[in-house]
Structure formats: C-alpha cells, structure tokens
C-alpha cells in the first residue's frame, strides 16, 4: 500500500515559480514509477511529467524547460519545480505512483497497483 500527501500549492504571478512535494510512504509495495498529473476545471486529469526508479524523466510538452521532476528516495518525497509559470498551468496538481504489492502470506498474489493524492491547488494570476 502507498500513501502520498501532496504540499507547496499556492497562488503566484504569472512568471514566478513554486515548489511541489510529495511526501510517499509505502507499506509491502515497490515503486516502478512516480509523477504529477494535474486537471483544470472541466478538463481531463493529464501528466505533466513522470520518472522511473532508473531516473528516467517524460513531461508534457507544454512544461519542458520549465518543470523539473525529481525523486528523493531517501527522504521519502518527489518535487516538481516549477519555473516560468504561466496562467494555463491553473489546476488541481496531483501525485501518482505506480508499482507492484510484495507478496506474503497474508497476500500471495502480485499485481499492479496505482495509487493518488489528495491534490494540491495551484493558481497562477496574470
């Protein structure tokens, strides 16, 4: 099991940065993959960018160059900075990780799980 608690939203100018964090904690899981997804109002949930257990980054083409998603496995958290903001990255901004349960006797069967956070608000004003 996973639980993630997202922090850092806020309100900003258009062209200041914030801060995402993720704090992770995991129960009889392994993580293969973690990344923020985010939806505006009346849109559709959408990644904004994801990173492998390799170090592997994809992000949305619309944040290369100004997203950096990175992974701090000691410190149990995955940030998103967030520079150069713009008014059309408005949205609810969530945390996903992605994996596998570890077995034992109390659950044999591996599987692929998914799991989310609550969400935090980011509000980028003109």
């Known amino acids: 099991q996973v639980h993630l608690v997202e922090s850092g939203g806020g309100s900003v100018q258009a062209g200041g940065s914030l801060r995402l964090s993720c704090t992770v904690t995991v129960n009889r899981f392994s993580i293969n993959s973690m990344g923020w997804y985010r939806q505006a109002p009346g849109k559709q949930r959408d990644l904004v960018a994801r990173?492998?257990?390799?170090?592997?980054?994809n992000y949305q083409e619309s944040v290369k160059g100004r997203f950096t998603i990175s992974r701090d496995v000691a410190k149990n958290t995955l940030n998103l900075q967030m520079n150069s903001l713009k008014v059309e990255d408005t949205a609810v901004y969530y945390c996903n990780a992605d994996g596998f349960n570890i077995p034992s006797i109390h659950d044999n069967r591996p599987r692929q799980e998914n799991y989310w956070g609550q969400g935090t608000q980011v509000t980028v004003s003109p």
């Open positions: 990173i492998t257990n390799d170090g592997i980054t």
